[in-house]
């Protein structure tokens, strides 16, 4: 990898179904504005795509959200992108604000904490392994 990508990544658990996480990661327009679907797997993926726009970027920033069934409880996985090189400008944080105002959301929508969170910033292929 060329420089440090300006990405964060977030794993955690939830105590709730599939269905309830899937459904409120739908219901928010911020990580779902641009694509969700849920792939005929088993155990049950579901995937969306949502960007929002920073002011203190003065951009939009894209989020990828991964839900993934695990029995009764739920896995997500979170990674938000700028798509700025650490060497530019920089997000000024925004990439890791946005994965945990998903994250966030989520835990308040399910009225459950997550638990088993792990957060990779500076996330790039070489750390995807620390996701999980």
Known sequence: ?????????????????????????????????????VLNTSPRVAVAYGQKYFFRVGQYISCVTLVIERGSETEVRIIAHSGLKALSFG??????????????YLSNALNVSPRDVVEVDYMDVTKSQLLG
Request: hydrophobic share 45%; no cysteine; aromatic share 14%.
């Open 1 to 37: 990898m060329s420089g440090r990508v300006l990405a964060h990544g977030i794993r955690a658990v939830f105590s709730a179904s599939f269905d309830a996480v899937a459904n409120a990661v739908r219901g928010y327009d911020e990580a779902s504005n641009i694509y969700f679907t």
């Open 91 to 104: 997000d000024y944080g925004a990439s890791a604000a946005y994965a945990r105002e998903v994250l966030g």
